[in-house]
C-alpha cells in the first residue's frame, strides 16, 4: 500500500501521530533507564531511541530524554545497517543489528547501536534504533577513555554491523563474543537486555499505532514531518541577515603531542541556507581526539537545536544546511585512528559554531560552556579479587545568555544526561566524595556572568587502584560572547606520597597510581559571560559575593569597587 500524501493528513490528524511517535520513543528510553545495570545509562540517561527512514535511514522521531548527539549519529548507523543488509540480502521481520564502529556509526566505541527493523504485513515499515554507553568494552583502558591510545584497537574491541537475533532467535555466540570483551560481563549483558527490551517494546507500540491508523497514513505523516521540518528550518534561517562570519578555538592537545589544535568555522547565510565550514582545523592527529564525519554531521545538528530549540528532532532539519568539512581533517577521521575522546571535540566544535552565530545574532546565542565532560576513570580489585571499574563525566558552568546568567554546574551542552549522583557511585565503588561543590571565582564576568564549575575530590577506600583521565579546557578556557569575559581553565590534580601532582598534559593522564586514603581532584571550568562585565548591575555582583560564588578580591578586580557600596 502506498503511503498517503503528506497534504491529504490533517493537522489534527498529524499532531496526534507525531505525539503518539515521539511516545514510543520515549518509553523506548525510560525502558532502559529502568532496566540498565551500568550507572552511565541508568542514572546519567547515556543513551537514546528513536524511529528512522526505511529506506534513506534519515531520523524520524527520537525520545526527548536521549541524548541530541545521538540524533544524527544514530541516522548513520541505520543507513550502515541498510547497506549491510543490502549486501547480503537476508533481512528479516525480528532482525536485530549489533555494532559500536565508530567511523561508520559515529561517537566512540563505548556506544553500542542496536537495529531493528518493523515490518507490516511483510513490509518494512521503518526502523528502530537503540544505543546505550556500555560501562566497558575491552581495550587498554578500563571505561575505554584512553587518552594515549593512537589507534583504536587500543581503546575498545571493535565491532562491525552483525545479526545478534535472526527472525528473532538471539545468536548466543555473539553474546559470547561481547561478554569475552568486557572487564563488566554482568553489566554489558544487563545494558544489553535492557536495550533489547526497548525494541521489543517499540515494536509492540508501533503495531499498535499502525493498527490504528494503518500504514498508508502511518507513513504519509513519517514524510509530511520532515518536510515540515525542513520548512521550518528554512524559515528561521531567512529571518536571519546573510553574511559570513568565523570563529576559531582550540583543544589543549590531542593526549600525545603537546600542540594545541585548531578547531575552526566560518557560518554563512544566505536567503534560506546556511552553511558551515571547517576548512582551517586541525589535520588528523595521533591521539584520540578525532572524529569521524557522521559525528561532525551530528555535532552541527546539536548546534543548530541550540540555537533554534522549537525545531524538531528530524532529519528534514538538516537539508537546508550544507557542512563543509576537509579531507585528512580532525572532524573527518577515517578507520583506524582513534576516536574516543569525540565527546571534547565536538564540544569545541559547538562552541566555535556558537562564537561565530554570536557575531550575526547575538540574542539566539548563549556563551561558551565549561567545554569538558572530564571523563574520570578509576579502577582496581577489590579484596576479594572482583574487579571495579568507576567511570563518570563531571559537569561545570554554562554560558551566559542574553537572558540570564549561565546555569551552574550543568552537563555538557552536547546531552540530556545528568551527573551520576555522588551517593549511587559511592554505593556502588569503593571511594568517598571529600567535595562536591560549586567553585567560586570560576565564572566568566559579563553582563549576565557564566555559570560557576564545579569542584570534586574524591578518595580511595580501596588498598590500591588505577586513575586516567581525558579532559579539555586545561590550557583554553571557555569563551565569552557580546564582550563577555572567559570562564576559569579546567584543573585536575592527583595526590602521590610525595604530594599533589599535575599531569604534564595538563588535562589528560594515564596510569595515576593510587593507594588508599589518597585523593584525585578537579576543579572544572565555569562559563563564559555574556556582555560586558561593565553592564553588570552592583546588587547583583554583591549577590555573587554573598553567596559564595565571588570572592571580594575577584568581585573588585572583575566589576570594580561599585559593589561594595550595596553590600551589607
Request: charged share 20%; with cysteine.
Amino acid at each position: 500500500m502506498s503511503a498517503t500524501a503528506p497534504s491529504e493528513i490533517d493537522p489534527i490528524t498529524l499532531a496526534v501521530l507525531a505525539g503518539r511517535m515521539e511516545q514510543i520513543a520515549d518509553e523506548m528510553d525510560a525502558t532502559l533507564f529502568r532496566a540498565a545495570f551500568n550507572p552511565i545509562i541508568a542514572e546519567a540517561h547515556d543513551a537514546s531511541h528513536g524511529i528512522y527512514h526505511a529506506e534513506t535511514g534519515d531520523t524520524l522521531v527520537q525520545g526527548k530524554s536521549g541524548l541530541p548527539i545521538f540524533v544524527g549519529v544514530m541516522a548513520f548507523a541505520v543507513k550502515a545497517v541498510i547497506e549491510k543488509a543490502a549486501r547480503d540480502g537476508d533481512l528479516a521481520e525480528g532482525d536485530v543489528y549489533i555494532f559500536n564502529d565508530a567511523h561508520i556509526g559515529g561517537t566512540h566505541l563505548s556506544d553500542m547501536r542496536l537495529v531493528r527493523p518493523v515490518f507490516r504485513d511483510g513490509a518494512l515499515i521503518c526502523f528502530l534504533a537503540s544505543v546505550g554507553h556500555w560501562h566497558d568494552v575491552g581495550g587498554a583502558v578500563p571505561g575505554n577513555y584512553n587518552p594515549s591510545a593512537t589507534e583504536v584497537f587500543q581503546e575498545a574491541f571493535v565491532l562491525p554491523p552483525v545479526k545478534l537475533m535472526r527472525a528473532g532467535v538471539l545468536q548466543t555466540d555473539i553474546v559470547d563474543i561481547l561478554m569475552r570483551n568486557t572487564r563488566l560481563p554482568a553489566s554489558a549483558q544487563g545494558d544489553l537486555n535492557g536495550q533489547l527490551g526497548a525494541l521489543d517494546l517499540g515494536v509492540r507500540r508501533l503495531d499498535a499505532l499502525l493498527s490504528d491508523y494503518g500504514v498508508a497514513t502511518v507513513q504519509g505523516a513519517l514524510t509530511a514531518l520532515t518536510d515540515r521540518a525542513e520548512a521550518l528550518m528554512r524559515a528561521e534561517i531567512a529571518a536571519l541577515p546573510d553574511g559570513r562570519w568565523e570563529a576559531v578555538d582550540y583543544l589543549d592537545n590531542d593526549g600525545i603531542d603537546p600542540e594545541p589544535l585548531a578547531i575552526k568555522v566560518a557560518l554563512e547565510i544566505a536567503g534560506d541556507r546556511l552553511s558551515l565550514d571547517f576548512t582551517g582545523s586541525a589535520g588528523v592527529v595521533k591521539g584520540p581526539v578525532n572524529i569521524a564525519l557522521p559525528t561532525t554531521i551530528a555535532t552541527a545538528y546539536v548546534a543548530m537545536k541550540h540555537i533554534f530549540p522549537s525545531l524538531p528532532a528530524n532529519a528534514g532539519v538538516m537539508r537546508p544546511i550544507a557542512v563543509k568539512v576537509p579531507e585528512s581533517s580532525i572532524l573527518s577521521a577515517e578507520f583506524p585512528a582513534p576516536t574516543g575522546g569525540y565527546t571534547e571535540t565536538i564540544l569545541r566544535m559547538i562552541d566555535v559554531i556558537f562564537s561565530a552565530a554570536a557575531q550575526a545574532i547575538p540574542d539566539r546565542v548563549v556563551a561558551n560552556a565549561y567545554g569538558t565532560i572530564n571523563a574520570l576513570s578509576i579502577a582496581g580489585r577489590r579484596g576479594n579479587g572482583a574487579r571495579w571499574v568507576m567511570f563518570s563525566f563531571y559537569g561545570g558552568g554554562h554560558g551566559g545568555s542574553p537572558e540570564s546568567d549561565g546555569l551552574n554546574h550543568g552537563n555538557a551542552p552536547i546531552s540530556t544526561a545528568t551527573i551520576p549522583p555522588a551517593e549511587i557511585l559511592e554505593a556502588a565503588y569503593p571511594v568517598m566524595f571529600r567535595q562536591w561543590a560549586l567553585r567560586p571565582d570560576s565564572a566568566g564576568p559579563g553582563a549576565h556572568r557564566g555559570g560557576l564549575g564545579a569542584t570534586y575530590e574524591i578518595e580511595l577506600l580501596e588498598e590500591e587502584a588505577e586513575a586516567f583521565l581525558f579532559g579539555e579546557r586545561g590550557r583554553f578556557a571557555p569563551k565569552g560572547v557580546a564582550g563577555g569575559g572567559d570562564g576559569a581553565l579546567n584543573a585536575f590534580r592527583y595526590e602521590q606520597p610525595e604530594g599533589w601532582q599535575v599531569p604534564p598534559l595538563a588535562s589528560k593522564a594515564v596510569g595515576m597510581r593510587l593507594t588508599k586514603g589518597q585523593r584525585v581532584r578537579l576543579d572544572t571550568p565555569g562559563g563564559g559571560g555574556y556582555g560586558a562585565a561593565s553592564e553588570r548591575g552592583p546588587e547583583a555582583v554583591a549577590r555573587d559575593v554573598r553567596l559564595g560564588y565571588l570572592s571580594p578580591e575577584a568581585a573588585t578586580a572583575q566589576y570594580g569597587p561599585a559593589w561594595q557600596e550595596v553590600a551589607p
